[in-house]
């Protein structure tokens, strides 16, 4: 059984028991984080639409992001060439580390 859900702009496909980053919650480790934006459900024939609006997934939080959880450095570089025009700048995101622990159809 798997889940298609949509956390912070982006999406995910997640079975329970697996583990991902998803953007920074301000949750503390341990707690649960309910998911109830959820696009499809795969349990043997595939659901969407008004046949999940009751769907929800459940995560647990397996470390939080405060400060010590980033992801590395992406650099943006802008060059506006022959016109001695440079721009560098950096960016670090924080995220939360989750565990799925329930698919409730």
Known sequence: MYAIIKCGGKQY???EGDILDIDYTGKAAK???EITDVLAINDGELKTGD???????????????TGV????????????????S?????????????????IAA
């Open 86 to 102: 440079k721009l560098k700048r950096g960016f670090r995101r924080s995220f939360t580390k989750v565990r799925i622990t329930k």
């Open 13 to 15: 496909k997640v079975s």
């Open 31 to 33: 707690e649960t984080i």
């Open 69 to 84: 959880n980033r992801d590395r450095k992406v650099i943006i570089y802008k060059k506006r060439r022959r016109k001695d």
């Open 51 to 65: 046949a999940i609006s009751a769907a929800k997934v459940e995560a647990e939080v397996v470390l939080d992001g």
